[in-house]
Structures are given as structure tokens and as C-alpha cells.
């Protein structure tokens, strides 16, 4: 589904010039497939996830996205195919159905309406109540933000979904029900998913597949408890032993 060879990626777009954000990044990730991306703070996880939805284009090497390059997809269009949501969850103007349904009427789509049966499987797996839905959306909780987002995206029906700290502010009930609802949307609809998260708890019980970044530089990868519990990586040890300090 999606492969990165020798990906490099420098502020200011120049193969020379500007600040070092991703180096030489290579890895697959299969459709179906939950890969845990993980590290200490500012190693460039963000600045991968923008990559893959062409917020940012990389210096060097190459990312194939079902078999084409990712410079041959128009951004709209990819963007339709490969989700993200971020940390900090914007809400536009408006309530939380118009907010839901705002995707659509900017592709000129019919939106779902409040009936809308899988707008309302969405919801119940984001665990937020039909009874949000007339109510303003900037007067929701950050955490209801957050779970807006991923309903929003997952309506929109993508082929690939990439987190960035999506529970961050979530209690660990609440954040482990999502976690069920990805596991789901996984079998459900060969999913792939690409998980940024501090949680190595969250990550343990979701992901197969570990991606350890520092300093832009993918330092180890494979299989997510093989990383965790037998890591090889002198700095994926140390981050183990001490995850809270660079989280």
C-alpha cells in the first residue's frame, strides 16, 4: 500500500540548503496494517505524517502510494485516500453535524444527515453521543475535538489512516475504546493505519509493527513486541528505559 526508499526531507525544500527534518527513511506498511511510530519529541514523526499527505514534498528518495509515485497524486485527491488527524483538532464555524459533514459539501457530495446510520456507527466508535451533534463545535472539550476529527476523517472512508497523538487527551477508558474502534475498522475494511503515540502501552495493544524515529533518522524497526521487549538499538534502549523524558 505505501513504501518510502531513501526519504530525505530538508526545511525550505532544497536537496542542500535549510535544516535536516528526515533522513534517508525507508519502510512499507500493508494494507490492514497497524505500524506505532514512535520516539522522543521533535525527531520529525509530524513532519513524516505531513510527507504522506503532501503538506510538505521530501528532497530525496521516493514514497509510492498503491503503486504511484505520491507526486502523481493531485493533493485533494490523496487526501481523500490517506486521512490525517492531528493532535491539535480544528472545528469549524458551526455544530458538530456541520462540522461532520463539511468534507462533503466541499467536494460537493450529500452529506450524511443526523440519521445517517454510519455517521451514527462513527460516532458510537468514537464514543461521542448523537446528542453533540446540534451543539456548537468550539464548545467542545479538547478530547470531544479530537474524537470529532477521527470521526470526520473516517467518514470520508480512507484507505489509509495516519494519528498524531490522537487520545493525548483522552482518560485510558476512553482512549482504550478508540483503540478497540481501530482494531475494528482494521478487519473491517483492511485498513492501514499509522500510529504517532508516547502511549508504548496503546502502541503495545494496537500495533504490529514499530518505526523508532530520532533525530529524523529511522534507527530501528519490526515487529512492535520484539522492539519493546528485546530492542537492539543503543538508542532505543536508552528511550525505553526513560521513555517520560523525551516524551
Do not use: Y
Not at 527534518?21 to 513524516?48: C, D, M, N, V
Not at 482504550?176 to 503515540?197: F, H, N
Amino acid at each position: 500500500m505505501l513504501t518510502l526508499q531513501g526519504v530525505s526531507c530538508r526545511s525550505g525544500n532544497s536537496v542542500s540548503a535549510g535544516t535536516v527534518l528526515l533522513q534517508e527513511i525507508s519502510f512499507s506498511l500493508e494494507r490492514g496494517e497497524i505500524a506505532a511510530l514512535f520516539g522522543p519529541s521533535g525527531g520529525g514523526k509530524s513532519t513524516l505524517l505531513r510527507l504522506l499527505v503532501r503538506f510538505l514534498d521530501p528532497t530525496a528518495g521516493e514514497i509510492r502510494f498503491q503503486g504511484s509515485l505520491l507526486s502523481e497524486w493531485e493533493p485533494r485527491a490523496l487526501r481523500r485516500k490517506i486521512g490525517l488527524v492531528r493532535q491539535q483538532a480544528h472545528m469549524f464555524d458551526g455544530t458538530v453535524l456541520d462540522n461532520l459533514q463539511l468534507p462533503f459539501r466541499w467536494l460537493k457530495q450529500p452529506p450524511p444527515d443526523a440519521q445517517s446510520p454510519v455517521l451514527l456507527e462513527i460516532l458510537d466508535g468514537c464514543q461521542l453521543a448523537p446528542e453533540l451533534l446540534p451543539k456548537p463545535a468550539d464548545q467542545l472539550s479538547i478530547g470531544q475535538k479530537q474524537r470529532v476529527a477521527l470521526a470526520r476523517t473516517l467518514l470520508q472512508e480512507p484507505e489509509l489512516l495516519l494519528l498524531d497523538e490522537p487520545t493525548s487527551a483522552l482518560d485510558r477508558p476512553t482512549a482504550d475504546q478508540i483503540g478497540e474502534t481501530l482494531r475494528l475498522l482494521r478487519q473491517q475494511r483492511q485498513l492501514g493505519i499509522m500510529l504517532v503515540s508516547h502511549d508504548l502501552r496503546q502502541l503495545r495493544r494496537l500495533a504490529d509493527r514499530g518505526l523508532f524515529l530520532v533525530d529524523g533518522q529511522l534507527v530501528d524497526q519490526g515487529p512492535l513486541p520484539q522492539l519493546l521487549d528485546r530492542p537492539n538499538a543503543a538508542r532505543l534502549k536508552e528511550f525505553l528505559a526513560d521513555p517520560e523524558r523525551d516524551g
